[in-house]
């Protein structure tokens, strides 16, 4: 396979909705199927992958099912105190952020592993190239949603917070990288459309100062849009599967259900067999 020939895989955030691409993964590990010469994560997605990465079979789902029920993380009490809604830094006490045992595994593969963020600063997505020493800080970087998380880490000397903002699908960068075949995994269904919400205006009046950052947010639903019209409408010689959650998947993006949580986890796993099926096809 030559370097402009490269085969990638892309793994959507989405908070506690990202428990679909956690059985989706789990049920690769189950086939040993990894074709992909490299891979680009965003948030939550980017935190699935180090999991698939090191076959660390079944542990995702157990981390997304300690969190949903652990206050420590999620507590709305606290938020409204001035506090995180999502307490990240509690996450790396932990040993969550990433999985310390798992690193070297990880990058077993001695393949690229890219996490996407987004600078503060700029406002413009910046694709991390990750290894041992940089995964934790890039992945918390890429998952700090603006106000749920009160601070902007901090991710090759810049302030950054999540990547969804800026490129929440960037199959565009696995083009520019070469990819001609990808996998795209996401965390919404099919007919999903994204809306400007009284919680996104918020965040971009609490943020203003940030005129940038604030700029991007603006071009949210335009970046999403586009991003699924080169899914859908890829340029000739290049291949894009994209695979969904079905419409009945009901997790939401702080779920706390763990019944939620376990049928979004089955429907990936279930669905993993038909995927691997849609790619050799």
Same mark, same amino acid.
């Given at each position: 396979?030559?370097?402009?020939?490269?085969?990638?895989?892309?793994?959507?955030?989405?908070?506690?909705?990202?428990?679909?691409?956690?059985?989706?993964?789990? @049920?690769?590990?189950?086939?040993?199927?990894?074709?992909?010469?490299?891979?680009?994560g965003?948030?939550?997605?980017?935190?699935?992958?180090?999991?698939?990465?090191?076959?660390?079979?079944?542990? /995702? +789902?157990?981390?997304?099912?300690?969190l949903?029920?652990?206050?420590?993380?999620?507590?709305? /009490?606290? %938020?409204?105190?001035?506090?995180?809604?999502?307490?990240?830094? !509690?996450?790396?006490?932990?040993?969550?952020?990433?999985?310390?045992?798992?690193?070297?595994?990880?990058?077993?593969?001695? $393949?690229? %592993?890219?996490?996407?963020?987004?600078?503060?600063?700029?406002?413009?997505?910046?694709?991390?190239?990750?290894?041992?020493?940089n995964l934790?800080?890039? *992945?918390?970087?890429?998952?700090?949603?603006?106000?749920?998380?009160?601070?902007?880490?901090?991710?090759?000397?810049?302030?950054?917070?999540?990547?969804?903002?800026?490129?929440?699908?960037?199959?565009?960068?696995?083009?520019?990288?070469?990819?001609?075949?990808?996998?795209?995994?996401?965390?919404?269904?099919?007919s999903?459309?994204?809306?400007?919400?009284?919680?996104?205006?918020?965040? =971009? !009046?609490?943020? =203003? $100062?940030?005129?940038?950052?604030? $700029?991007?947010?603006?071009?949210?639903?335009?970046?999403?849009?586009?991003?699924?019209?080169?899914?859908?409408?890829?340029?000739?010689?290049?291949?894009?599967?994209?695979?969904?959650?079905?419409? /009945? %998947?009901?997790?939401?993006?702080?779920? =706390?259900?763990?019944?939620? +949580? =376990?049928?979004?986890?089955?429907? @990936?796993?279930?669905?993993?067999?038909?995927? *691997?099926?849609? !790619?050799?096809?």
């Amino acid at each position: 396979m030559s370097d402009l020939s490269k085969n990638a895989l892309i793994v959507e955030g989405g908070a506690m909705r990202s428990v679909f691409s956690s059985g989706l993964l789990d @049920g690769f590990l189950e086939h040993n199927f990894n074709p992909f010469d490299f891979y680009i994560g965003v948030s939550a997605g980017a935190y699935n992958l180090t999991t698939y990465l090191a076959e660390s079979q079944g542990k /995702s +789902l157990q981390v997304f099912l300690e969190l949903s029920q652990d206050k420590n993380f999620i507590s709305y /009490s606290r %938020f409204l105190r001035g506090g995180h809604l999502l307490d990240l830094d !509690w996450l790396s006490k932990k040993g969550v952020l990433p999985p310390q045992t798992d690193l070297a595994r990880t990058y077993q593969h001695n $393949k690229p %592993f890219i996490v996407c963020a987004t600078d503060i600063e700029t406002g413009q997505a910046v694709y991390l190239d990750t290894n041992p020493e940089n995964l934790e800080a890039s *992945i918390k970087a890429s998952i700090a949603l603006p106000l749920v998380y009160r601070e902007f880490p901090i991710a090759n000397n810049r302030p950054m917070t999540d990547g969804g903002i800026a490129d929440g699908i960037p199959v565009a960068e696995a083009i520019r990288r070469g990819a001609r075949k990808i996998m795209v995994i996401r965390s919404r269904h099919i007919s999903y459309k994204k809306n400007d919400t009284p919680g996104h205006r918020l965040t =971009r !009046w609490k943020l =203003r $100062k940030h005129t940038h950052l604030v $700029k991007t947010m603006r071009e949210r639903i335009k970046r999403f849009e586009d991003a699924i019209q080169l899914i859908r409408n890829p340029p000739i010689g290049i291949d894009i599967i994209e695979i969904c959650p079905p419409d /009945s %998947f009901s997790v939401g993006r702080f779920c =706390r259900n763990a019944e939620k +949580l =376990r049928t979004g986890y089955e429907y @990936g796993l279930r669905q993993s067999t038909h995927c *691997i099926q849609r !790619w050799y096809s």
